[in-house]
């Protein structure tokens, strides 16, 4: 029998729910003022960690209880600097840009944990109980660190409330969170709402980091780690409501103490998600979101490289030169750089078919989710029923598809900022799937011993350089059919839908059912590519599909830019010339991705591609450019 | 033929539309006007499956339509413009038609996927049509340009075009003439009458009295989201709870 403990789950109930409450807050109520998911949330929870464990270290002979109060108060003060900074180098300018916000979030998000990476190396540091001591209370054990915790949510709830309905700052982050312009007319000050916000919205971030610092170990990646449940908490309270952050808090609170108390707690992340897709079918804004106004629709935005484009017969031949580059690369080659080849072109697959899934408006988090889908596929086909690699190829790939169908069902209902984080929250709960069901795939170990495919026309693929060429041969069919989808009635409608979605409703387009079509097209290629990974590798482990190489697909698509092939292609080789030209110094390589991306969305939001095409077009056909401009010229004026 | 019951949408404590029922008759111009903020929108909402209803019922001929998804509607046959961006804004103005010729696709899916012949030839012929509709609507030299580098009559223009390009038997257009030079409302009513002409049904929302009471068979009036009055334009320019809602009390 359990042994259950009411008492001890309430106290884990209360401590839990006041570190979500803390942490998520925060985000919402950033996400109020600036319609904006800011990714690095989770690196002032690690700034916070590191303010803490860099006055342990510091100050020796000082009491433990003493430094953890300065914590208390530097933590959050050096939060809201940072907050503060990041509003004025990345948020202010791309006020216009909602996504583009968020994408260089993404960025920073890895900048600031290569910098503390650099600063105080990889290994989390550990440190002793701030408070010692405990008391029991019917039979429930509170630490006086659990406490504090408890106490700080509620002064920090407390004070926000206080600060948002009784004070006239508060009144303007609340009229700005409400509507802009209105906001804008009443003679309110949005440049310094949104900086106050955004530094309470971190120092919040920062106190929760202090606070859990000595709990769950200081690492880099700790905010990594913790941005997930705050993730999951905004989209079940809704995003930008602060009610909603805290009733979701509470409702996470209650149910992982319960798991955990009763012992499952590993399978927290797991059941966590469920419940957040499960809410997401029924609310898909989350259970006290505001009521979609349904017919909220930006101003679409004149996409200015419509209309320059380079002729057909260059861009076939720059294709001829590309593909035939990559034939002659294996021979000219060492054995190393044609194992970089083969994972060069595993992830071209990956952000050909991602380009694909983008097409239709929805950056999803979970495209190296169905990579690992495909991969385990091969591995349990291979080693259980003995499948051929040739038979397993294409099943992988609809494997993939069909996991992709059923998150769709739930996830595809919702818009924007929704569908990146609940596809990163689903994506997360499938990984630890891999990890905790270590019967069917074997937890963090992986399945080892794969075999590559079997022999063709004579051909051994233990020979890397046959294994290079099957990739690309399947590289390039992949390439084509992804390329006809796209120029095909269906793919060029699905673009139409993703600019305009209620008229493409109004005309009789089925946006839902096309959403699921790009999405599992786009699925089923990244599956063919775990196959090709599994037997590359010679094994799968739940540690190849990280967050981080779902920001190295994010990034090439985002630095090269998703209008044509060319762009994920293009970022693509940049990231992997730099991965490759900081070998030794890997800590560098996301610190540069990055930068990279930060500075493409401020920058160079077309891409790389767009800045390529731009100068092409000047240099081979400049004629036919200017007279397309023309055309659109006289077509203004007439 | 379309023919609400009943229809009640609340937003909030703010009833947008209370107990509204009328009907349009096949092959009318039918005219909905009122105050800003009278419910006009929110019914071309609720009729065309954007919004649900809290109660009542939409009709389309003898089939019950409340609640259905827009696509679905429009599958039937109901065609709606929307006060702005009523177009694919980067796409020319020939392809914004054929994106919207999807009620006529007849090819299957995986035919238009892998961009068979069939499906290639479908399209081309939905091309034609499209340049049709857009000489009709006089813009037909403008089919390669990129919708967005319109200005804003044309683009109107535009939007009244998509929703004719979905082949519908009832065009329901939100504000068709704002923004409209004086020449382009005259060419863009007579195009309306004739498409009147052809047996379509035409339900207009729209400020512009003089055009209104020109070319409608019938008029509905809505204020605060409740039904105010209904006739033909001799009757609603002499009624007096009509008069009243445009001009205040003092002027009836």
């Known amino acids: 029998m359990f042994d259950i403990n009411l008492m001890q789950i309430l106290i884990n109930f209360l401590s839990l729910s006041a570190f979500y409450g803390l942490f998520a807050v925060g985000l919402a109520l950033v996400f109020g003022v600036m319609k904006v998911v800011n990714f690095a949330h989770g690196e002032f929870f690690m700034v916070g960690g590191y303010v803490l464990w860099m006055l342990v270290a510091l100050l020796p002979g000082v009491p433990l209880w003493l430094v953890f109060a300065g914590a208390l108060v530097l933590g959050p003060l050096v939060g809201a600097v940072m907050g503060i900074l990041v509003e004025r180098a990345i948020f202010e300018p791309t006020s216009k840009d909602a996504f583009g916000g968020f994408i260089a979030s993404l960025g920073l998000s890895y900048v600031l944990q290569a910098l503390v990476v650099l600063c105080f190396g990889v290994v989390s540091k550990s440190l002793p109980v701030m408070i010692p001591g405990q008391i029991e209370i019917f039979g429930g054990t509170l630490t006086w660190q659990r406490l504090v915790v408890i106490l700080c949510g509620l002064v920090m709830m407390v004070a926000l409330w206080y600060f948002l309905a009784r004070t006239s700052g508060g009144r303007a982050v609340r009229a700005a969170s409400q509507d802009r312009n209105a906001a804008l007319l009443q003679g309110i000050n949005l440049r310094r709402v949104r900086m106050v916000t955004m530094a309470i919205g971190a120092a919040m971030a920062a106190l929760s980091g202090v606070l859990m610092a000595s709990v769950i170990n200081v690492s880099p990646y700790m905010g990594l780690e913790a941005i997930w449940k705050a993730f999951i908490v905004v989209i079940v309270g809704g995003l930008g409501s602060i009610p909603g952050a805290i009733l979701a808090a509470t409702l996470f609170g209650l149910i992982d103490s319960i798991v955990t108390t009763l012992g499952f707690g590993q399978y927290v992340i797991i059941i966590d998600t469920v419940i957040m897709l499960g809410v997401l079918t029924f609310f898909p804004r989350g259970l006290l979101g505001r009521e979609a106004p349904p017919l909220d629709q930006g101003q679409v935005q004149r996409d200015p490289s419509v209309g320059s484009r380079i002729s057909g017969r260059v861009s076939l031949l720059l294709t001829l030169a590309f593909l035939a580059a990559l034939a002659a690369f294996p021979f000219a080659a060492s054995a190393y750089y044609t194992g970089i080849g083969v994972l060069f072109l595993i992830n071209l697959i990956l952000v050909m078919s991602y380009r694909t899934v983008t097409s239709m408006g929805g950056w999803s988090f979970a495209h190296i989710t169905m990579l690992a889908i495909g991969g385990y596929t091969m591995a349990l086909l291979q080693s259980h029923l003995g499948l051929s690699f040739w038979a397993i190829l294409p099943l992988s790939g609809i494997v993939a598809a069909g996991l992709a169908l059923i998150i769709a069902v739930p996830v595809m209902r919702t818009r924007q900022f929704y569908f990146f984080l609940s596809t990163f929250a689903a994506g997360e709960a499938i990984r630890q799937c891999f990890i905790q069901f270590r019967g069917t795939f074997g937890g963090i170990e992986g399945i080892p011993f794969l075999a590559p495919p079997e022999d063709l026309f004579g051909l051994s693929f233990y020979d890397p350089v046959n294994f290079y060429l099957l990739v690309l041969a399947i590289c390039v069919i992949s390439g084509g059919l992804l390329y006809v989808f796209d120029i095909s009635r269906t793919g060029r409608t699905i673009k139409a839908m993703a600019s305009n979605e209620n008229l493409s409703a109004a005309v009789g387009i089925n946006g839902f059912a096309l959403k699921m079509l790009a999405f599992c097209v786009g699925s089923f290629f990244a599956g063919c590519a775990g196959s090709l990974f599994a037997a590359y590798n010679g094994f799968v482990a739940p540690t190849d599909f990280t967050a981080q190489f779902m920001f190295k697909i994010i990034a090439a698509v985002i630095i090269g830019g998703n209008r044509t092939f060319w762009g994920p292609v293009i970022g693509l080789l940049v990231l992997t010339v730099i991965e490759e030209a900081l070998t030794g110094a890997n800590q560098l390589v996301p610190l540069f991705w990055g930068l990279i991306i930060i500075f493409t969305v401020l920058f160079i939001p077309s891409g790389l591609e767009g800045l390529a095409r731009r100068v092409l077009t000047r240099l081979v056909n400049g004629k036919s450019l200017g007279a397309t401009y023309r055309r659109g010229d006289d077509a203004s004026r007439a | ?252």
Not at chain 2, 121 to 148: N, P, V
Request: hydrophobic share 45%; proline share 4%; with cysteine.
């Open chain 2, 1 to 252: 033929m379309l023919r609400v019951h009943d229809l009640t949408r609340r937003f909030g404590r703010l009833t947008a539309l209370d107990r509204v029922s009328f009907e349009v008759a096949e092959a009318t111009i039918h005219g909905l006007i009122g105050p800003n903020g009278s419910g006009k929108t929110t019914f071309f909402n609720l009729a065309t499956g954007f919004l649900q209803p809290n109660a009542g019922k939409v009709f389309w001929g003898d089939r019950e339509v409340t609640g259905l998804a827009p696509h679905h509607i429009s599958r039937l046959g109901i065609a709606r413009t929307f006060q702005n961006t009523s177009n694919f804004a980067n796409l020319t103005l020939r392809d914004n038609l054929v994106v919207a010729s999807r009620n006529r696709v007849q090819t299957s899916v995986l035919h238009r996927m892998l961009h068979l012949g069939s499906a290639r030839s479908e399209e081309a012929d939905h091309g034609r049509t499209a340049d049709a509709i857009l000489e009709r609507f006089g813009i037909g030299h403008l089919a390669h340009t990129i919708a967005a580098d319109l200005p804003g009559g044309t683009q109107k223009i535009l939007g009244v075009a998509i929703a004719l390009a979905t082949g519908p038997r009832l065009l329901m257009l939100d504000e068709p003439l704002a923004g409209l030079n004086p020449a382009e409302k005259v060419q863009l009513m007579d195009i309306l009458r004739s498409i009147r002409a052809e047996g379509l049904t035409l339900l207009l929302i729209e400020h512009d009295m003089k055009a209104i009471m020109q070319a409608c068979d019938r008029i509905t009036v809505l204020s605060y989201g409740t039904l105010l009055a209904e006739g033909s334009p001799a009757e609603i320019s002499r009624d007096p709870a009509t008069i009243k809602a445009y001009l205040g009390t003092e002027a009836a």
